[in-house]
């Protein structure tokens, strides 16, 4: 990095010490744009670095809920406006016990940029709490969501800020919180996406995130004279990115090999065909099961248990030609970046958020993978989710071929502008540099016409 590029750094590294996710995605941002802000005439993009990083607001709040046993209960409720230059702050809640300000700050920053990337007047936040979901009845989900909402609804609104979902947080969330933005603020209003259909949500909103990573893959392929028909594809994750992931790789002709959850891994080389991934979806989203179960229906599948402290994941050790990370954060690790290299992978298309680490990203541009990252491969839910916003503001509803067709041109967009990016200041197909460049430039010529605010 160049020195002055390097010193924006240093100073958020003395300013959150202790923030590892934030300094990883920082520093990946930065690498990629450092060449463009270094002479004339853009020297002038690195005024709003220091600004980039830091949040334009950060709310921290508690939030109290009595369980079922008639206990009071603590989390921590957090919401990271980061950015408003291109439009209302936009981004997810997580539900999650892992969830803290480094994860969110990471996932805030990213967003800025993925939601510039999309072409749709959105800026970027993120929120979400440290509760964990696993195990709570649908009534003390509904507590939690009704008590997160009434702190975070003083902050939000659908020309200020529009949450969605993330992990942890889906329909039925969506739904309880969305009722209670509703009771306390008396307003019917488009203030959070992936509503459901009855109430001003978008169709194709729920696919949206694995269905674009999938148009990503192709668009990428397509440029190599390449289609996913018959390509054998490694998919990490069973929740919301996953399922959809899947069953678009099905619809057009690939062959999914592995699915996983936080306990562990699926391997079934036979194939998870519509069949298996209807039973999978059932599994998951009503009886809220465990993906191990998978085996007692399909006992020739493979499943190996994971404790999240092994080395490396046997799921990225399976010759294939495909990998769709759609979990969760650093799921990749060096060792795994290095398994899927050697078992024949051309294309890592991330639908998680930031799943390979640094030195994983390493291994995949040193061996020449066709590597797209999230914030550009998995921004086709965020994308549904400002074609939400604009149904909700006309009070109208397309139809689910208008926004998939929608989608699809947004996703070919954006592979059109990552690649421009990418040979225009770094190299041909070097798609991180190019999502950067391309989701950094509109943001910070908003910003700059925008003075220092
Ligand atoms: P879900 O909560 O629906 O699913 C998350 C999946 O990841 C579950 O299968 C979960 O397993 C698994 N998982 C969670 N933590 C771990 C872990 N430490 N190790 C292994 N597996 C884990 O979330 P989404 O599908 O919505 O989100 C997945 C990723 O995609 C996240 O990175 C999110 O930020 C990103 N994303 C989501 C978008 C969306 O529209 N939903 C949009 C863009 C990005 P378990 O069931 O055991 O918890």
Redesign the pocket.
């Known amino acids: 990095m160049h020195k002055a590029t390097q010193e924006v750094y240093n100073a958020m590294l003395q300013k959150d010490p202790n923030q590892p996710e934030l300094h990883q995605a920082v520093k990946v941002f930065l690498n990629s744009i450092d060449s463009v802000v270094a002479d004339e005439p853009r020297i002038v993009y690195h005024k709003v670095l220091d600004r980039l990083i830091e949040p334009e607001r950060t709310i921290i709040f508690r939030i109290p809920w009595i369980d079922d046993n008639g206990k009071l209960q603590i989390n921590r409720g957090f919401r990271i406006q980061q950015n408003s230059s291109l439009g209302p702050y936009k981004g997810?809640l997580?539900f999650?016990p892992?969830v803290n300000l480094s994860i969110l700050r990471f996932?805030a920053f990213e967003q800025v940029f993925?939601n510039s990337l999309t072409g749709l007047p959105m800026g970027g936040g993120k929120g979400g709490a440290d509760f964990n979901p696993?195990g709570k009845s649908d009534n003390e989900i509904m507590k939690f969501c009704q008590s997160f909402m009434t702190e975070l609804a003083k902050h939000i609104g659908s020309n200020t800020d529009v949450p969605?979902?993330?992990?942890?947080?889906?329909s039925r969330e969506i739904g309880y919180l969305f009722g209670q933005y509703k009771r306390i603020q008396n307003e019917v209003t488009g203030v959070l996406t992936?509503k459901g259909v009855s109430f001003g949500g978008s169709l194709i909103?729920p696919e949206?995130?694995?269905y674009g990573l999938i148009y990503m893959a192709q668009a990428v392929l397509k440029g190599e004279g390449d289609t996913l028909e018959g390509k054998k594809c490694l998919v990490?994750?069973?929740?919301?990115?996953?399922?959809f992931t899947v069953q678009k790789i099905l619809q057009l002709g690939g062959k999914v090999l592995t699915?996983?959850?936080?306990?562990g891994v699926i391997i079934d080389e036979e194939g998870i065909d519509e069949d298996k991934l209807a039973y999978m979806m059932n599994l998951?989203n009503v009886k809220r099961g465990?993906?191990s179960e998978y085996i007692t229906r399909y006992p020739s599948a493979k499943y190996i248990a994971?404790s999240?402290a092994e080395e490396y994941?046997e799921l990225w050790n399976v010759k294939a030609d495909c990998a769709f990370p759609?979990?969760?954060?650093n799921?990749i690790n060096e060792i795994d970046a290095q398994h899927i290299v050697k078992n024949g992978v051309k294309l890592v298309c991330e639908?998680?958020?930031?799943?390979t680490n640094i030195e994983g990203q390493q291994i995949f541009k040193k061996a020449g993978i066709l590597y797209v990252p999230?914030k550009a491969a998995?921004?086709?839910?965020?994308a549904v989710?400002g074609l939400e916003m604009s149904q909700n503001s006309e009070r109208l509803s397309w139809t689910k071929e208008n926004v998939d067709e929608k989608l699809q041109q947004i996703m070919e967009t954006i592979y059109n502008n990552i690649s421009e990016a990418a040979d225009t200041y770094s190299t041909h197909n070097n798609f991180t540099d190019g999502a950067n460049i391309a989701g950094f430039l509109k943001v910070a010529d908003a910003m700059i016409a925008q003075g220092y605010v």
């Open positions: 997810g997580r999650h892992s996932l993925k696993k969605a979902g993330d992990m942890g947080v889906g992936g909103r949206a995130t694995g990490s994750g069973t929740g919301n990115v996953a399922q699915m996983s959850d936080s306990n998951k465990r993906i994971r999240g994941n759609c979990a969760t954060q799921e639908g998680a958020n930031m799943p999230g998995n921004a086709g839910g965020v989710s």
